[in-house]
């Protein structure tokens, strides 16, 4: 079986009726863009940049990554990708990724509501500077998409477009060189899959972080066992939003992903090509099962069967699981 799956690597994700689907891999260091590679991945769909932050007491390293560390990090990612796209999202510590010593606070109830990714980044407003610098200056040696992870509120919306425009001017005043970037937000919270409109006003695409939209549409800690019973990705409410979010970025023309572990499940294939997606982003080693799955599938289908799944009360009866 395996043998037979590493035939299909260099086989194009096309569907039966001739659909494309972009199979892309997630990462967390820049080396795991070979695996990415050789799995036959066709860009990264998410670069979890906050790895290179975390851990460093571990490897003795006492200080955070600096701007050119950071920079020679993700052009490294860029490069090993070989002008495929690197979608590279900025730091999301806090909850389950605690960054040593510094957030790594266990004094409130709820670290999954607290500080963490573009909350923190936008308290510490010089840190993430340093990030977005180092992943503009990246840009200049491939095809770089930037994202956003945790995003819920106009506001934050606005002074982080800010900021990233402040790091263009700033690299531009010092002529230092940088690339083009597309600009895209997780949708990983509740509110943002209502305001969708909003989201798309000022992003090029969106990425659908189905780990975080499970824990806070149901209001289950996904890290914990006594719960994990309910942590359900097929629940209706999840499965709205998530089929809310990919319809509105094909009716606007947006590029649409699913980034969380839903896109690596073989069991959601079916279901999330029948709602219109054709991005899936994933770990590598999941890559080849789920081009199997699309090899197989016929969208045509798959469409009405979705719709039936999206309306049922019991959508994991009709998935089969
Ligand atoms: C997600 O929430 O689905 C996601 C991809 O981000 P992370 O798992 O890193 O929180
Ligand atoms: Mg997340």
Redesign the pocket.
């Known amino acids: 079986e395996r043998e037979r799956l590493w035939r299909l690597r260099h086989k194009p994700a096309v569907t039966l009726d001739g659909e494309a689907v972009e199979l892309l891999a997630?990462i967390e260091m820049p080396e795991d863009s070979t695996a990415a590679v050789k799995a036959g991945a066709v860009g990264v769909g998410?670069f979890?940049s906050e790895f290179l932050f975390m851990g460093r007491e571990a490897r003795s390293l006492t200080r955070l990554p600096d701007e050119d560390e950071q920079y020679e990090a993700y052009r490294r990612a860029v490069e090993g990708m070989r002008g495929m796209p690197v979608t590279i999202r900025t730091i999301?510590i806090g909850a389950?990724?605690p960054l040593d010593g510094k957030a790594s606070k266990q004094e409130y109830l709820n670290p999954a509501l607290g500080l963490r990714a573009i909350r923190w980044s936008l308290s510490e407003p010089a840190m993430f500077l340093v990030q977005l610098r180092a992943i503009l200056r990246a840009a200049a040696h491939g095809p770089v998409h930037l994202l956003i992870?945790m995003l819920a509120h106009a506001r934050e919306i606005r002074q982080t477009l800010a900021l990233i425009e402040h790091a263009r001017e700033e690299l531009r005043a010092q002529g230092v060189p940088q690339g083009e970037v597309k600009l895209g937000a997780?949708i990983?919270i509740p509110a943002a899959a209502m305001m969708l409109r909003v989201f798309l006003k000022h992003f090029d695409f969106l990425s659908?972080?189905?780990?975080?939209?499970i824990q806070y549409t149901l209001a289950i800690d996904r890290a914990d066992e006594a719960v994990s019973h309910l942590y359900d990705p097929c629940h209706p409410a999840v499965l709205r939003l998530v089929a809310d979010t990919i319809a509105e970025c094909r009716r606007q023309g947006k590029g649409v992903s699913v980034?969380?572990?839903m896109a690596g499940d073989v069991q959601f294939t079916r279901l999330l090509l029948g709602l219109g997606l054709r991005s899936f982003s994933m770990h590598p080693s999941q890559i080849l099962a789920v081009k199997q799955e699309v090899l197989r599938a016929d969208t045509g289908k798959l469409a009405p069967w979705a719709q039936q799944v999206l309306d049922s009360d019991e959508p994991s009866e009709l998935l089969g699981h």
């Open positions: 997630n998410l979890r999301d389950d990724k992870p997780m990983e659908i972080g189905t780990n975080d939209l980034c969380g572990e």
